[in-house]
């Protein structure tokens, strides 16, 4: 299937990946709509012809104010991409990051999936199509060394995601769950898509919106741009203590070659 002519919502659309299937979306011919809290969004959406509205994700009354904004100007939703998020950082151990990061973990990384579905599904389950995407990350299935409640709020993302294929994929709602490794986006320090070439396994912004686009037109409920996240997956569930122990050695090489264990320094070691 494609998204000619569908009108497709996308959070954090401003940067990097999300203005990326922004305008992937729109050169294959939908109606794109972005939500972002940066103040120039409406301008940035110029960029592809879509229009842009300028929200805080985290807050549900914006979240649907969004949506009521998108609904005005060109009718019903067919795809939501809820992909704004960030990363933290712990600051020392693994509990270690303050109650406000944490806070800021759930209601960043998983809510406003939540609000998303909780605006939109009774619509669609009345006309009985819609398509729900949540941005989670390889950081949920496998786990991000030096960031917690990044690994835990994308870890829940996945598991709502879930719930929405599960719960609803018989009733003509389809819904995937993006799970990209590294990106060369602001995210992670990388200002220049090109800084992709800079480390190995890492992709442009570009590359992922093409991957996810192809993925999403074929119906795929987990979309991992970064292929060998399967294979470290499938190592996981097949034995789970020998991943924990590979995961730590990891840990400790990235502390030999790097002086710490920091996400931007395991990023050089995967
Ligand atoms: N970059 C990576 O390596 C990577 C890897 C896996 C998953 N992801 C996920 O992909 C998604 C997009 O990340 P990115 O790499 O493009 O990052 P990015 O920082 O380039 O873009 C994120 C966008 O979200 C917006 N945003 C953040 N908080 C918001 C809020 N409260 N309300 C509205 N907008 C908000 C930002 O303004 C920004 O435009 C995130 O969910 C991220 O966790 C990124």
Redesign the pocket.
Known sequence: MGFKNQTVLI??G?????FSLSKKFSRMGANVVI????KDTPKIAKNFDGLGYV????QEKELNNFITFAEEKLGSVHCFIS?????FVDPDHVASAPNKTWDLSWK??LMPHVYAARRLLPGMLDRKYGYLVN?????GLLYQIGDAPYSAS?AAAISFSEGIAISHGDEGIRSSVIC????A????GFSDPADAKSIEGLLS?EVVADKVYEAMCRGEFLILPHPEVQKYLTNKVSDYDRWIEGMRKLKKKSIAKRGSAKPLDIIHLV
């Not at 990209?180 to 990106?183: D, G, N």
């Open positions: 959070t954090g401003a940067q990097g990946i999300g939500a972002d809290n940066n929200c805080d994700v985290t992909n704004a998020g960030t990363i960043l990384h941005t989670a990350s390889a950081a994308k990209p490794q590294y990106v986006s602001n995210l992670l912004p």
